[in-house]
């Protein structure tokens, strides 16, 4: 951290690279990278700026002219920390923190804070390190170590450097095996209780969207919970899950996650799968975002980019939900409100004002008899009563008789086998 001035002062720069194609709009990419900046409530923010380039310099991203501009509105707003919405290589980084005597963070190494800020579970802090120490290895300079500045920087192949940043690359290696089996070993415990809360068999519904879209406010508004909703970005890390009636009586399980980002740092993706497992195992999804936000179709985009990262499997049935219609015009909000009714699989809600939380529920209700599954089941004689149940309800496909029973193969809606398995706990062994 800066010596001199205040490392808990923060200046956000976003860099605009014309030759980039401009991926996101500069200026509300700046301000989520602000947002960004907020999400860690030690820091204050001294100011921002997109700073525009023609084209990106490898050792200091900034041509020279602008650097010392830059060095300037740092020295004016007394920030002793620059915050680079982009990605900064670990020579760039180097270089800039010395030019101008601050600690510098590029956008996954934010992120990873604010992660390991948020991280409440054993196995939330544990995938944060994880992530944090494999982002770490790829960024080990040789030039950087302790041992290279003393020689004087020499260089060469095999030499002092090269063994160092081996080294370090070596300790890093032996602390992630030390975590990945501590990790495991929680996992294991959860595995556990998942298994038991499977005893409540009630479909999985899952909230993804982009961070600050509204899923926990949407979630708390339909599960009656109370779960921390605040205008900042990441409020919700780790998974949380509540049981929610259907207006037809039928109950499912609610599981809000993470938030989704912009160019999530791949290492953070990796290791929230098992955490995502909900999103991952889930009957229905439901997509929420913030469609008041200028920049929601690249939302979006980013939303599904993660989801396909994750390797969710495509035929889970999702839900666009347009949350916030509420800051919309009201024509617009009526809108698209109406939108389903052409048959769009699109849902206007306000999760502040209710408007919209009905006819989702309906929609949850309707997806969830919608969709089939296929499961083969084992069943002992002693287990008539659940054959007969599978054939009142219609759900087979073929049955074999064995030595012992039955095999079955049924095709169903997951409120179907929630109540079979409500039903006939000592018979559902999927
Ligand atoms: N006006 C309006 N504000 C909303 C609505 N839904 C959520 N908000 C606000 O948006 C902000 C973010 O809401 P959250 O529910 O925390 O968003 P989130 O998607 O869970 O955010 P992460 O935890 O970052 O993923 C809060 O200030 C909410 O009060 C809505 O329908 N209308």
Redesign the pocket.
């Known amino acids: 951290m800066g010596e001199e001035r205040s490392a808990t002062r923060a200046y956000v720069l976003h860099p605009e690279i014309k030759s980039d194609n401009a991926r996101r709009h500069a200026k509300s990419a700046l301000e989520e990278g602000v947002a960004l900046a907020h999400a860690l409530p030690e820091l204050e923010v001294a100011g921002s700026q997109v700073v525009s380039l023609p084209k990106m310099h490898p050792g200091m991203l900034f041509g020279k002219g602008k650097i010392q501009e830059i060095k300037g509105w740092l020295e004016d707003a007394e920030a002793g920390l620059v915050l680079i919405d982009g990605h900064v290589s670990p020579v760039q980084q180097r270089n800039l923190e010395k030019e101008w005597g601050v600690k510098l963070l590029d956008r996954t190494g934010l992120i990873l804070e604010i992660f390991s800020d948020r991280a409440r579970t054993r196995e939330g802090v544990l995938q944060v390190e994880m992530a944090a120490l494999s982002y770490q290895r790829t960024r080990l300079v040789r030039a950087w170590t302790h041992l290279e500045r003393q020689r004087g920087g020499l260089g060469f192949v095999g030499g002092p450097g090269e063994t160092q940043v081996e080294a370090d690359r070596r300790a890093i290696d032996l602390q992630l095996n030390n975590l990945k089996k501590q990790l495991s070993k929680v996992v294991k415990t959860r595995e556990l209780h998942r298994k038991a809360r499977a005893k409540v068999p009630f479909p999985i519904v899952a909230l993804v ?12 508004r339909l599960t009656g919970a109370s ?11 780790d998974p949380t899950m509540r049981k929610v009636d259907l207006p037809n009586g039928d109950a499912i399980i609610m599981s ?1 996650t ?3 980002i912009s160019d999530l740092p791949t290492q953070l993706v990796a290791s929230f799968r098992a955490t995502l497992e909900e999103v991952l195992e889930a009957d229905v999804i439901l997509h ?1 975002r ?1 469609i ?1 936000h200028p920049q929601s179709a690249d939302q979006k985009k980013a939303v599904l980019d993660t989801l396909r990262q994750l390797d969710v499997n495509p035929d889970v049935p999702m839900i666009e939900v347009l ?5 919309l015009a009201p024509e617009d909000a009526d809108y698209l409100q109406a939108l389903h009714k052409d048959g769009e699989n699109v849902f206007g ?5 209710g408007q919209g939380l009905d006819t989702l529920l309906d929609q949850i209700t309707e997806k969830l008899k919608g969709t089939t599954r296929a499961l083969t089941l084992t069943l002992d004689w002693s287990h008539g009563g659940a054959q007969s149940w599978l054939q009142r309800e219609n759900v087979i496909e073929t049955t074999a008789q064995t030595d012992t029973g039955w095999t079955i193969d049924v095709r169903w809606s997951p409120m179907q086998a929630a109540k079979f398995e409500k039903q006939f706990p000592e018979a559902f062994a999927p």
Request: no cysteine.
């Open positions: 969207g982009y961070t600050n879209a509204g899923k926990s406010t949407l979630f708390n779960v921390f909703v605040e205008d900042m970005l990441f409020a919700t890390l809000d993470v938030g989704f929420v913030d008041s949350n916030k219609i509420d800051l809600t306000s999760a502040v004002t």
